[in-house]
């Protein structure tokens, strides 16, 4: 069966770093577009970012842009969200889901908290 | 950006009720349309894709339609465990979004 387990969250300071990593199974990882979703508390979802099957594609929504990176290492089937100068609106939960740009995300993670605070 | 537009925000629904929630896209996205449900502390479920196929697993009642900018999802004889938090999602164009949410109370 299809697992997504998020991993690396926690409290940071505002202005600091945090990686975050998806580990995948159940299903051929690299045949697969992979996005982050993520979730402030009590708000909605929010896209973030979406890599191609083999990481040569990637976009970000205009809120995260310049400051995250989405990659993936599909040896190890796995994804990261590398996020750079952090600030208290990107507090949330951060999903991994599986899905290609063009469709639905069939599989989500239990999601991991970030939480943006000094 | 296309942004999705769900009505209503909130339902109070009685049980074997049927709740209808509808989802406006600012363009037309065709049928890349796909509904989810949010169960407190867990994750998003698909619930229907492609505006109105059906997934594996999900229960009968759930239903969707639409095309171009309306969509509608329909739970038929709504039950105490579909409580939760529906959002509609287009994947028609990048940014990819989300409608902001209709949560279905049970009376």
């Known amino acids: 069966q299809v697992q997504l387990v998020e991993s690396g969250g926690g409290v940071v300071q505002p202005g600091r770093s945090l990686r975050l990593s998806c580990a995948a199974s159940?299903?051929?990882?690299?045949?697969?577009?992979m996005h982050w979703v993520r979730q402030a508390p009590g708000k909605g979802l929010e896209w973030v970012a979406v890599?191609?099957?083999?990481?040569?594609?990637?976009y970000y929504a205009d809120s995260v842009k310049g400051r995250f990176t989405i990659s993936r290492d599909n040896s190890k089937n796995t994804l990261f969200l590398q996020m750079n100068s952090l600030r208290s609106e990107d507090t949330a939960v951060y999903y991994c889901?599986?899905?290609?740009?063009?469709?639905?995300?069939?599989?989500w993670g239990q999601g991991t908290l970030v939480t943006v605070s000094s | 950006e296309i942004v999705l537009t769900q009505s209503p925000d909130f339902q109070s629904v009685t049980p074997k009720e049927k709740v209808t929630i509808t989802c406006r896209a600012s363009?037309?996205?065709?049928?890349?349309l796909h509904w989810y449900q949010q169960k407190p502390d867990q994750s998003p479920k698909l619930l229907i894709k492609?505006?109105?196929q059906s997934i594996s697993g999900v229960p009968s009642r759930f239903s969707g339609s639409g095309s171009g900018t309306d969509f509608t999802l329909t739970i038929n004889s709504l039950e105490a465990e579909d409580a939760a938090t529906y959002y509609c999602?287009?994947?028609?164009?990048?940014?990819?979004?989300f409608g902001q949410g209709t949560k279905v109370e049970i009376k």
């Open positions: 889901a599986k899905g290609t740009s063009a469709a639905p995300n069939d599989y």
């Open positions: 159940g299903f051929t990882f690299s045949s697969y577009g």
């Open positions: 890599t191609s099957y083999d990481g040569s594609n990637e």
């Open positions: 363009q037309s996205i065709g049928s890349s």
């Open positions: 492609y505006a109105s």
């Open positions: 999602h287009q994947s028609s164009s990048l940014p990819q979004t």
